[in-house]
């Protein structure tokens, strides 16, 4: 069974960033995925040191899952032209897995999402994770969602847009599907960084 991994969210609860990561990871576990969640708390990390080794517990944890992951799936908020703060810490922390047999996410299909309360914030938040997903050799999926979150788009029961929530399933859909398509050779990749 594929294990997809969910990173995303801001510091406050029931962010629509985080809504959209969990309507994504839905369909992935509709579709006969096992996943888990790292958002908004999860994430609150301190600022990546590449001096420093030893990491918190919460950090700890965030790196587990991903060792463990054949697919991840990020959702970012847009703030001012990138992905948060929090979330690009977050990534920083795969450092950690540069000497691993699997390097970083090497092979890994990884879903982006971005979140904004406008167009252009949303693809921004958006191609701000496709190339750090690209820097850390992971493959983003076909799709990724921009997704716009005007008034009334997220309520507190959820998602009240058909369009949105088909375009966030399908960004799960295509984890799954890239998931279930690689050879199993993946997770023990043994490619050494070349350009370090």
Same mark, same amino acid.
């Given at each position: ?93 795969? +450092?950690?897995?540069?000497? &691993? !047999?699997?390097?970083?996410? %090497?092979?890994?299909? @990884? =879903?982006?999402?971005?979140? $904004? ?38 309520? +507190?029961?959820?998602?009240? &847009? !058909?369009?949105?929530?088909? %375009?966030?399933?399908? @960004? =799960?859909?295509?984890?799954? $599907? ?19």
């Amino acid at each position: 069974m594929s294990f997809i991994v969910g990173i995303g969210g801001t510091l406050r609860p029931g962010s629509s960033s985080e809504q959209a990561l969990a309507i994504s990871l839905r369909a992935a576990a509709d579709s006969g995925a096992q996943t888990a969640v790292l958002s908004g708390r999860a994430l609150d990390f301190p600022f990546y040191d590449p001096g420093v080794t030893e990491r918190s517990e919460k950090a700890a944890a965030f790196l587990a899952a991903l060792r463990k992951a054949d697919g991840v799936i990020i959702s970012s908020p847009g703030y001012h032209g990138a992905m948060s703060g929090l979330i690009k810490n977050a990534l920083d922390y795969i +450092e950690d897995l540069a000497g &691993d !047999p699997r390097v970083y996410l %090497s092979d890994v299909p @990884v =879903g982006c999402i971005g979140v $904004a309360y406008g167009n252009q914030a949303a693809v921004a938040a958006l191609s701000s994770l496709r190339s750090t997903v690209h820097a850390l050799r992971g493959f983003p999926t076909p799709y990724g969602a921009a997704v716009v979150a005007g008034p009334g788009v997220f309520t +507190e029961s959820g998602c009240a &847009d !058909p369009g949105t929530v088909s %375009s966030l399933e399908l @960004v =799960g859909q295509q984890v799954l $599907a890239l998931c279930r398509n690689q050879p199993s050779s993946a997770a023990t990749t043994t490619r050494k960084e070349a350009d370090r």
